[in-house]
C-alpha cells in the first residue's frame, strides 16, 4: 500500500507513476463444456487493486481542484479506495459514505489512506442502502455547497476513464491473439454504475471495426436482487454489482446485446473454483466467471471470450473467503 506521495519519475506520466492501468490480459481455463479461447482482464493489478482507480483519476485530476478541497462520494468499497488514494497524493480531504455492508478491509484501507467514513444504517425502501447513501450525500453537498461531488452515477467521465480498458484489450488482441472472419469477439462485464460496462464497450464497438472478425457481443451481467435490467430490487450480499437504481445515468443500454443474471450463491462459487486455477477474485468477478460459464454452449472454437474481471479477493477475506461468513449468510460451505 502507498501512504506517502509519489515521486514522478523521469519521462513517466503521473499516470503510470499512480499504478493506473495497463493491467495484464491472461488466458483462462475453459469449463468442461466450453469452447474458443477464453481470456480475463484483471483489473486487480491496478494499484489499489480495483478497475476503480481508473475512473477516481479521470474524475479527479479533471476537475482540477484545489489542495485542501473536500471530496464525497457514496461507495460500496472499491471507488472509496481508489478515492482515497487518488485524493492523497492530489492533497485533497475525501469523504466517503459507505454502509453496514462494506467489508472491513475496505474500510480499513479508506482510512488508512486517510479518508473520513460515514456509515448510514438505515435501510431504504429497495431493501439495500445505496438510496439512503446518496440521500446522505445530497444532504451534506447541501450544507457543504463547496464540496466536490464525484457522483460516479451519473458523471460523464466515468464511463470515459474505462475507455482505455478496450484500448489495452485491442493492443493485446493485436500481438498476441490471432484473429480471422469466422471469429466472435464475446465481451462480458458487470454492471453497476454502468461507467465501467458502458465505456469500455463503446470503445470496443469504435476499435473492432479494425479488427479481421465476424462481430463483437457485449454481455452484461448483473445481481439477482438488482433493479437494472427492471428485476424487483432487494438485499443482495454480492457488492460491486447491481444496484437499487433502475436506469443508472451512465449506463447506455443500446452497448448491450444479452444480459445474464446471477445469483450470490452462483458468484460466490465462481471465486471458489477460480481460486482452485491460482485466479484470487472478488465478487464481482465471480459473478462474471458464472455468466460466461451459464453462456458457454454458445460459444465456438474459433471465438474469443473476454471477462473482465473488476478486482481482487484481497478485500473480501473477511466475507467471501470467509467460512464463517457464509454460514451467518446461509450459504454452502466451500473449499478454497
Not at 476503480?52 to 468499497?77: H, N, P
Not at 465462481?270 to 462474471?288: E, I, K, N, P
Request: proline letters at 5%; glycine letters at 8%.
Amino acid at each position: 500500500m502507498i501512504l506517502h506521495p509519489v515521486t514522478i519519475k523521469d519521462g513517466a506520466s503521473t499516470e503510470e507513476c499512480l499504478g493506473v492501468g495497463n493491467t495484464p490480459l491472461v488466458a483462462m481455463p475453459r469449463s468442461a463444456t466450453g469452447t474458443g479461447r477464453w481470456y480475463a482482464k484483471l483489473e486487480s493489478h491496478n494499484e489499489m487493486g480495483s478497475m476503480k482507480l481508473r475512473s477516481a483519476y479521470k474524475i479527479l485530476t479533471e476537475a482540477q481542484l484545489r489542495v485542501g478541497s473536500t471530496v464525497i462520494e457514496s461507495t460500496s468499497g472499491n471507488m472509496g479506495v481508489a478515492l482515497a488514494y487518488v485524493g492523497r497524493q492530489l492533497g485533497l480531504r475525501v469523504i466517503l459514505v459507505t454502509d453496514p455492508k462494506l467489508s472491513p478491509s475496505h474500510g480499513i484501507e479508506m482510512r488508512q489512506l486517510g479518508a473520513t467514513t460515514i456509515q448510514v444504517t438505515t435501510i431504504d425502501k429497495t431493501g439495500g442502502y445505496l438510496l439512503t447513501r446518496l440521500k446522505k450525500v445530497e444532504t451534506l453537498c447541501e450544507e457543504h455547497p463547496d464540496w466536490f461531488w464525484v457522483n460516479q452515477y451519473s458523471n460523464p467521465l466515468n464511463p470515459l476513464a474505462f475507455e482505455s480498458i478496450a484500448i489495452e484489450i485491442v493492443r493485446d488482441l493485436n500481438k498476441n491473439v490471432h484473429l480471422h472472419s469466422n471469429t466472435t469477439l464475446w465481451y462480458f462485464a458487470s454492471v453497476s454504475t454502468g461507467g465501467s460496462l458502458s465505456g469500455s464497450a463503446r470503445a470496443l464497438r469504435r476499435l473492432c471495426r479494425r479488427l479481421p472478425i465476424k462481430e463483437l457481443r457485449i454481455v452484461a451481467v448483473d445481481a439477482e436482487g438488482s433493479a437494472i435490467f427492471g428485476r424487483p430490487a432487494r438485499l443482495r450480499n454480492l457488492n460491486g454489482i447491481g444496484s437499487s437504481l433502475n436506469q443508472p445515468p451512465n449506463l447506455q443500454r443500446s452497448l448491450i446485446d444479452d444480459v445474464v443474471i446471477v445469483s450470490d450463491a452462483e458468484a460466490f462459487a465462481a471465486c471458489y473454483g477460480l481460486r482452485h486455477a491460482d485466479f484470487y477474485v472478488g465478487g464481482s468477478s465471480g459473478a462474471v466467471w458464472a455468466a460466461i460459464h451459464k453462456k458457454a454452449h454458445h460459444f465456438v472454437a474459433q471465438d474469443i471470450v473476454i471477462a473482465l474481471f473488476p478486482d481482487g479477493g484481497r478485500m473480501y477475506e473477511e466475507t467471501i473467503y470467509s467460512p464463517a461468513w457464509l454460514r451467518q449468510k446461509g450459504f454452502p460451505e466451500l473449499t478454497p
